[in-house]
């Protein structure tokens, strides 16, 4: 079975600093891929970055960056230069073989706010 | 390039009612999925559509059904409404059917409210 752990429920940033949002997963697959979402007020789920399991390198999207560390299962998103914008929710996901289809499983969350 | 779009946007339903829910693919997209999404909580995966065939379910219960059409549009079909069955209903849609690197496309979803 798949497991995503969140353990912020919220975390609070100044505007232009960096931020990281921690994300922890287990599985027993070898092959899986690693996801961040972003969860503006209005409720669309924006997908922000991926990582797959054999992925060497740690993936990067403009000001996001997922720190992977597969030995420790974590899959951490890094936002750099924070955005008034950036305030949302955001969800770690994972997708795996499960029953013969990939079934994505999501965390609970972590509530951004950025000050300015 | 069109996006996914969800219908209606809110919803009112009496305990004990049926709903159906809309869902409108992404351009090109062959994998259409449905979310719950419940206050304060992630998305819980309801079940998955791959060229019109059902290829994934969640931990949910028969009432719970859905149905792809050729163009890849969906409904998410709930039966006899329960109060804790109110909340954000998500539709996904992926490019490339069912793999680990698809990512997601979602709709705003549809807010059921269930008295």
């Known amino acids: 079975a798949q497991k995503i752990t969140q353990t912020q429920p919220g975390m609070f940033v100044q505007e232009k600093e960096a931020v990281t949002l921690d994300c922890t997963y287990d599985t027993s697959d070898q092959s899986y891929g690693l996801f961040w979402y972003k969860q503006p007020s209005s409720g669309e789920m924006i997908f922000l970055i991926y990582q797959g399991s054999y992925d060497e390198q740690n993936a990067t999207e403009g000001r996001y960056s997922l720190n992977f560390q597969k030995a420790r299962k974590s899959a951490n998103l890094v936002i750099s230069a924070s955005q008034l914008g950036d305030s949302a929710m955001y969800f770690c996901?994972?997708?795996?073989?499960?029953?013969?289809?990939?079934?994505?499983?999501f965390g609970r969350g972590t509530s951004l706010i950025v000050h300015p | 390039e069109t996006g996914v779009t969800q219908s209606p946007t809110h919803l009112i339903k009496t305990r004990g009612q049926q709903v159906t829910l809309r869902c409108s693919s992404q351009?090109?997209?062959?994998?259409v999925s449905w979310y719950q999404q419940a206050l304060g909580q992630g998305p819980q995966f309801i079940f998955q559509y791959y060229r019109e065939e059902e290829n994934g379910r969640g931990n949910f219960p028969p009432r719970f059904s859905g149905l792809q059409f050729p163009n890849y549009s969906s409904e998410l079909n709930v039966n006899a409404l329960e109060l804790d069955d109110s909340a954000l209903y998500l539709c996904?849609?992926?490019?490339?059917?069912?793999?680990?690197?698809?990512?997601?496309?979602f709709g705003n979803g549809t807010r059921l409210t269930v008295t």
């Open positions: 351009s090109g997209h062959n994998t």
């Open positions: 996901a994972m997708r795996g073989p499960s029953g013969g289809s990939y079934i994505p499983t």
């Open positions: 996904a849609s992926s490019l490339v059917g069912d793999s680990v690197e698809s990512p997601l496309h």
